[in-house]
């Protein structure tokens, strides 16, 4: 939950909202009501989005954290989406999975088309873009369910991937939403979102015991399985 709070530092935000948590390790998105009333409504199912980018980076021997680089190579002028892959469609169309992610799949999708590809520097920019771009609408398409079935403006999106700027330019062309996010240096400050959200359980005299304070600072709370549904 800490992850959450980063977004508080620098911004008044009013309550209720949809909270989008998006890391390396986390993808996971919340009907959050106040710092105390937190409902889980769907997470990935398999990889995070971050590990999908790291995945993906280390195919192309790109380097680690692949994220930022391939946020990089995305933003060159001669990135083009690639034709080849318009067809790949995003994971979990179903309605029991109308807020959880999958990552593996698209993954694989993107790895095995890439085996038909002469990977080389006049192209691997845009297979960047592409597996950015396919990775980000996966991200918007469930967020965008959860705002619409919830009927709230207000998304308020953390970690390390909500420094992305795809997502970032996506996010600043949606309509009558109100967007919520840190600023790029506190996107991945852990003290920082730790100690703001520790704060405000101090100020309201939130007791801790060794249960509730693990499950306080990290996302990963005690009901979230990585790999299963839990709706």
Known sequence: LAHMYSPHLENEIKFPYIGLVVSGGHTILFLVKSFHNIEFL?????????EAFDKIAKYLNLGYPGGPIIDRFSQDKEAKFLDDFQDISLPL??????????YSGLKTAIIYRLKKYEINEKNIKSIAKTFQELAIKHLLDKTLNALKD????????SGGV???SFLRSELANLKEIEVYSASLPL?????????GRAYVDYIEKKEYNKKTLKETAFSRLSFIHKGKRIL
């Open 42 to 50: 769907g997470s990935t199912i398999d990889d995070a989005i971050g």
């Open 93 to 102: 169309p179903e309605k029991k999975d109308r807020y959880n992610f999958s």
């Open 150 to 157: 919830f009927k709230i403006k207000r998304l308020v999106i």
């Open 162 to 164: 909500s420094a992305n």
């Open 187 to 195: 996107c991945s400050d852990n003290a920082a979102m730790v100690a």
